[in-house]
T-cell receptor
Framework: DQQVKQNSPSLSVQEGRISILNCDYT??????FLWYKKYPAEGPTFLIS?????DKNEDGRFTVFLNKSAKHLSLHIVPSQPGDSAVYFC???????????FGPGTRLSVLP | DTGVSQDPRHKITKRGQNVTFRCDPI?????LYWYRQTLGQGPEFLTY????????KSRLLSDRFSAERPKGSFSTLEIQRTEQGDSAMYLC???????????????FGPGTRLTVL
């Protein structure tokens, strides 16, 4: 039973447009969420986090939105750049950063 | 380079052999995590340490898997009697893990890719 779901295995977006990556979770005890980006042959790289006391967090081109009632979060990338092409993982924790549960990832392709 | 390092980057072994992987975390980080990642999946949590104490090991996949962090610095993950199903990427991560802090994002190493023939 997957506690963190990323239902879109892949997404293609034109350069300069907005990329929206979605993540759903089932465990209402999750209180801390992160997004990671992964290039081939490298470990995941931290992008942005959000705690359950917030519904939005911004960092440059990246914004994460959290809808606790829907158990849904999304990552917006504006504007998308070809260098953003990677696999994006959503991760959640029930105890502020101890055991993280990762989703299966969404492969983003930003087309020039 | 002050990131998380892992050694070796690649390991090919025959079924039944034992393998050991090493992880060196970011020096000021007191939490260290091990994950396994298979193709098309996200990292799967295995175990983690707070300094030298192993605080969670129930997710280790079987009793063939064990991890140590003897002095609270580097860590090793050992797989005994490897099986073909153990073939995967093994990732290590570290974090500051300050009590009461929400600043707990994990920094990952490049991983060790294990192939069991």
């Amino acid at each position: 039973d997957q506690q963190v779901k990323q239902n879109s295995p892949s997404l293609s977006v034109q350069e300069g447009r907005i990329s929206i990556l979605n993540c759903d979770y089932t465990n209402s005890m999750f209180d801390y969420f992160l997004w990671y980006k992964k290039y081939p042959a490298e470990g995941p790289t931290f992008l942005i986090s959000i705690s359950s006391i917030k519904d939005k967090n911004e960092d440059g081109r990246f914004t994460v939105f959290l809808n606790k009632s829907a158990k849904h979060l999304s990552l917006h990338i504006v504007p998308s750049q070809p260098g953003d092409s990677a696999v994006y993982f959503c991760a959640a924790s029930a105890n502020y950063g101890q055991n993280f549960v990762f989703g299966p990832g969404t492969r983003l392709s930003v087309l020039p | 380079d002050t990131g998380v390092s892992q050694d070796p980057r690649h390991k090919i072994t025959k079924r039944g052999q034992n393998v050991t992987f090493r992880c060196d975390p970011i020096s000021e980080h007191n939490r260290l995590y091990w994950y396994r990642q298979t193709l098309g999946q996200g990292p799967e949590f295995l175990t983690y340490f707070q300094n030298e104490a192993q605080l969670e090991k129930s997710r280790l996949l079987s009793d063939r898997f064990s991890a140590e962090r003897p002095k609270g610095s580097f860590s090793t993950l050992e797989i005994q009697r490897t099986e073909q199903g153990d073939s995967a990427m093994y990732l290590c991560a570290s974090s500051l893990g300050r009590r009461g802090s929400s600043y707990n994002e994990q920094f990952f190493g490049p991983g060790t890719r294990l192939t069991v023939l």
